[in-house]
């Protein structure tokens, strides 16, 4: 048998796990210009490992490595059905199904934005529970399974403003939070609701790192998550929410910046005083609680008043960045006599 | 190979370095024109462009920078012969980096590059480092150096300011995942670092030796 074949390689010639797992990695970074390909450059002890992970990689193979890549489509493209189709956003123009799933900022897979779709292939998001707390009537939980049947499911195509200033349109499929909500049954002294994400570190590398501190939490005003906008979305395009986009149940708010769409959500908490989310406590001068897009408010880093179209091709320039992300009709009135420049 | 490295190559041995370097410096240009052909430049192809061409003027800028100190550390000074080369390499990375930036970014909409540049601070530091690095490129040649004699190496000394604006150009660019940026800053700080070690070392030597 092969395996029982000796090696000609000696072992400090095979490729250590851990290069061979991100030999990817250090291929994708090395245009954008990440540290890999710098050291890889500057150290020659890197450079010469980056070279064996190709060189060493069918040696790999023949013995039997238990870390040859897991198979592509673990749980990817699982169709929904049953959910119909609802009246927004018809007539815009999707993003393409490739770019919703390879560009995403999920710093729990870390923090390139192709690096999601790429290290969350190990993700498991079923089984999976929800567990609600706080200012309820009593805690409880519930199932994946449950919560895809509690409420009819519809797709909605929303626009989606990144406060880095770019923007998708993307087809979701989900159900009011407020049908959620009612299940949770919040009491009298509930005034704003919690999500906090999962943070493994098994599951989610980047949790390993602290630049953000986890567990990831997001939180809305009870009005808000009662508007009929806010929806828990599991999925996108027809199918099962990608992990990399969420799964299997993340918040939507069309009308607020996307780090307030909490993904991978384990919990949710009611409670009557304001939560302070991950992003606030990172930096509490650029993201504030409310995070409306709006584009009078600008932020310290990106230009607010205009924004790039993922898709659009490289010559399309930027379109104007509408209040709300245009829908002010459906939520301004929401914040009618609030100072928004003070509460961004 | 190490053994003619380590000796002093010839002139003949001089050119042919240089091409290599030309033609390695040119490598991240053919990347991305060969990315672009094949719609393979990621869901934000400006971006990828800004970041790829904003890193490798950074990155051709710290080797640029790296000439001295090796130099100074082993004694070996051919490779200062690269400098001006690589020097105006880093300035056509940035000049890719700007116009993709005006032209892709924001299709020539001069008023909002200018809100963008004056509201926030780390696109006015980029673009100050690029404008400090203009007259650099402009007195390149043999008849400026001529011609600025001793105030050429003054001026080309913003070069040291051109890094920091850069590095701090991209450190606030980062949301919170810090740490690409820091390894840059270590870097220079190093290169910094080792030119005013051995100015300080050696001025004091030169104090040290009694004058008789």
Same mark, same amino acid.
């Given at each position: 048998m092969l395996i029982h074949k000796k090696s000609d390689i000696i072992p400090s010639e095979i490729t250590s796990k851990e290069v061979f797992d991100n030999r990817r990695h250090f291929i994708q970074q090395a245009g954008f210009g990440m540290l890999a390909s710098s050291a890889a450059i500057l150290s020659p002890a890197l450079q010469a490992a980056t070279l064996n992970s190709g060189t060493t990689e069918g040696a790999g193979r023949l013995i039997g490595r238990a870390n040859t890549p897991p198979p592509l489509t673990l749980r990817s493209h699982q169709k929904i059905t049953g959910y119909t189709k609802s009246t927004y956003g018809v007539g815009e123009k999707l993003t393409p199904y490739a770019d919703v799933t390879t560009y995403n900022n999920y710093y729990e897979f870390g923090t390139d934005k192709a690096e999601p779709a790429i290290q969350s292939k190990l993700f498991k998001p079923s089984p999976w529970s929800v567990a609600v707390e706080g200012e309820v009537k009593k805690n409880k939980t519930i199932s994946i399974d449950e919560i895809f049947k509690l409420a009819p499911l519809e797709e909605r195509i929303y626009r989606m403003r990144c406060v880095e200033g770019w923007s998708m349109v993307i087809p979701w499929i989900g159900f009011p939070l407020a049908q959620l909500i009612k299940w949770a049954e919040p009491n009298s002294n509930a005034r704003y609701v919690e999500f906090i994400s999962k943070a493994d570190p098994q599951e989610m590398p980047g949790t390993n790192i602290p630049i953000l501190d986890w567990p990831y939490n997001e939180g809305l005003r009870m009005d808000e998550a009662m508007n009929p906008l806010t929806i828990m979305a599991v999925g996108l395009y027809g199918e099962q929410l990608p992990n990399q986009n969420g799964a299997p149940m993340r918040l939507v708010v069309p009308w607020k910046y996307g780090f307030k769409g909490a993904k991978a959500?384990?919990?949710?908490?009611?409670?009557d005083k304001m939560p302070t989310t991950s992003w606030m406590k990172a930096g509490p001068n650029e993201y504030g609680f409310y995070a409306n897009v709006n584009p009078q408010v600008e932020h310290p880093r990106w230009t607010q008043s205009s924004e790039k179209r993922i898709g659009a091709g490289l010559f399309a320039g930027r379109i104007k960045t509408q209040m709300f992300n245009g829908y002010t009709e459906q939520v301004g009135q929401i914040y009618a006599g609030m100072d928004l420049r003070k509460n961004f | 190979m190490l053994r003619s490295l380590s000796a002093t190559p010839n002139k003949a041995q001089i050119s042919r370095i240089k091409g290599l370097v030309f033609a390695l410096c040119l490598v991240p240009l053919a990347r991305l024109i060969w990315l672009g052909f094949h719609d393979d430049l990621s869901a934000n192809p400006v971006e990828f462009i800004e970041r790829s061409t904003g890193f490798w003027a950074l990155f051709i800028l710290l080797v640029t920078l790296a000439l001295t100190p090796i130099k100074l550390i082993s004694g070996r000074v051919w490779?200062?012969?690269?400098?001006?080369?690589?020097?105006?390499?880093?300035?056509?990375?940035?000049?890719?980096?700007?116009?993709?930036?005006?032209?892709?970014?924001?299709?020539?909409?001069?008023?909002?590059i200018t809100k963008d540049i004056t509201k926030h601070p780390r696109i006015l530091v980029g673009f100050a480092a690029f404008m400090l690095a203009v007259p650099l490129a402009a007195t390149s040649t043999n008849a400026m150096v001529r011609r600025l004699r001793n105030n050429w190496k003054k001026l080309h000394q913003l070069v040291y300011l051109? %890094?920091?604006?850069?590095?701090?150009?991209?450190?606030?660019?980062?949301?919170?995942?810090?740490?690409?940026?820091?390894?840059? %800053?270590?870097?220079?700080?190093?290169?910094?670092?080792?030119r005013v070690y051995y100015k300080t070392a050696l001025a004091d030597k030169s104090k040290s030796i009694p004058r008789d």
């Open positions: 959500i384990v919990k949710i908490r009611f409670t | 490779q200062i012969q690269l400098r001006r080369m690589l020097g105006l390499f880093m300035f056509f990375y940035a000049c890719l980096h700007i116009i993709t930036y005006v032209w892709l970014d924001f299709a020539f909409n001069w008023l909002d051109i %890094a920091i604006l850069a590095v701090i150009h991209f450190w606030w660019l980062v949301k919170k995942d810090i740490r690409e940026p820091l390894l840059y %800053a270590v870097i220079l700080i190093a290169l910094l670092g080792i």
